[in-house]
């Protein structure tokens, strides 16, 4: 006969007894528990001067990484190169373009009719060629007078050369006793007169070349003066054809068909197409940092093209400073005046730093102190910050990897050492 297990078991029975002991002992647990809850609770409330919803407030986490100071602004195309043409003399305009029209360098876009200019320009060529004749007049002159002092000059030479051949002969004569020393005498005085006559004939001469000399420069210059003027006229009577200085379009016609306008009006505008600039406006406190020279990725659709600062403007206008980039090495197709283009432009960049979301925490704290949050309560605590980007913000010291910081919102706690965070 095999033996069960009868004798092993033992019955336990329930008792009524041992239920509120259970019961003591859950109701104990509950109640310590919510104890602690409160004594936590308590103790923040107590550590925080004032208390503020989270959602009140924006906070971020510090984080360790590269970090790119950069500029990225909206710029608007413009022509580097967009001259505008005048009228030179008053007139009527006649338009041969349109607004938008291409124009070739050279090209004749406009022509503005003067009838004073032309009237002008035919009295003057009138007088030029009066003056001219006088210059021709003057030519003849000095060489008539020329003449007429070689003239009186070789008379001379010869009176002298007689004068000379007399003497000699009475020279003779007197050593042969046949002429006296008185006829000789004569003889010396004759050539003596002679020498001296033609003298002043060399004078004479050289004196007419001079004043006849002078005279003629007089006139040629006043011939040249003339010729200036009616050059300068013809100029600007071939300046009434208005001509495209560079290859481009026609910009704005800033004056009607056939409309009478001034001398030195403006008529038209030529956009050289091969020299396009991006215009930005950045805000003045990242423009200080701007310098001439500076790389940029200027974004034409989904490409990205090499672009460089050619330029910073002196003055803030609005809070903003403008600033003009021009292409590195090329320029996009199909680009348009006063079209939208993206532009950034690099100022600097750190490798391996701890670095904070940028918020209205580094105005109000000047960069010297900040929130950092901890266990539901915010604390102000100092702060040393560096390189500020559009993004983020360069920590030097002061916070660790994985401090949270309180980015915006912070005018709420007014000047307040510790706030507890309600809902964090």
């Known amino acids: 006969m095999i033996r069960d297990t009868r004798g092993q078991d033992v019955v336990f029975v329930h008792s009524a007894q041992r239920r509120p002991l259970r019961r003591w002992l859950l109701a104990s647990s509950v109640t310590l528990a919510a104890l602690g809850l409160l004594l936590s609770g308590a103790r923040v409330w107590r550590l925080g001067e004032r208390s503020v919803a989270s959602e009140r407030i924006r906070i971020a986490e510090v984080v360790r990484g590269k970090l790119v100071r950069d500029i990225v ?3 608007r195309v413009t022509a580097a190169n967009n001259p ?37 320009l035919a009295q003057e060529r009138a007088l030029m060629a009066g003056l001219e004749a006088e210059v021709g007049r003057a030519e003849l002159g000095v060489q008539q007078g020329r003449a ?51 003298a002043h004939a060399q004078s004479a001469r050289q004196l007419s070349e001079r004043a006849l000399g002078f005279e003629l420069r007089t ?21 009434l054809l208005i001509r495209s ?33 991006l215009e930005i406006h950045v805000p003045d406190s990242f423009a200080r940092d701007l310098a001439i020279g500076m790389l940029a990725e200027i974004g034409h659709g989904k490409l990205q093209y090499r672009g460089r600062v050619r330029s910073v403007a002196p003055e803030v206008v609005g809070g903003e400073v403008a600033s003009r980039l021009e292409f590195v090495d090329e320029i996009p197709a199909g680009l348009r005046q006063n079209q939208r283009l993206t532009a950034r432009v690099l100022l600097d960049e750190k490798e391996d730093v701890l670095s904070v979301e940028r918020g209205p925490f580094l105005e109000s704290g000047g960069g010297h102190s900040a929130y950092f ?52």
Request: without cysteine.
């Open 148 to 198: 007429g002092a070689t003239k009186q000059l070789d008379e001379a030479e010869l009176d002298r050369q007689t004068a000379q051949r007399e003497l000699q002969r009475f020279r003779l004569g007197f050593a042969e006793r046949v002429v006296t020393e008185l006829e000789m005498l004569r003889a010396e005085d004759s050539l003596h007169r002679a020498e001296i006559l033609l």
């Open 84 to 120: 505008t043409l005048y009228a030179v003399a008053a007139g009527i305009v006649s338009f041969r373009v349109q607004a938008g029209d291409a124009a070739r360098r050279g090209q004749t876009l406009a022509e503005v009719a003067s009838p004073e200019l032309s009237s002008r």
């Open 73 to 75: 602004a909206d710029g």
């Open 219 to 239: 006139r040629e210059r006043a011939l040249e003066r003339q010729r200036e003027l009616v050059r300068e006229l013809e100029r600007q009577r071939d300046a």
């Open 373 to 424: 949050v901890r266990d539901g309560v915010a604390e102000r605590r100092p702060l040393l910050t560096g390189m500020v980007s559009l993004a983020a913000v360069e920590i030097l010291s002061g916070a660790q990897l994985g401090d949270r910081i309180v980015i915006s919102g912070a005018d709420a706690f007014g000047e307040a050492q510790r706030v507890r965070i309600a809902g964090d």
């Open 245 to 277: 200085p560079v290859d481009g379009q026609v910009g704005q016609l800033l004056v009607d068909q056939s409309a009478s306008v001034a001398a030195n009006s403006p008529v038209l505008r030529v956009v050289d197409l091969t020299a396009f600039e």
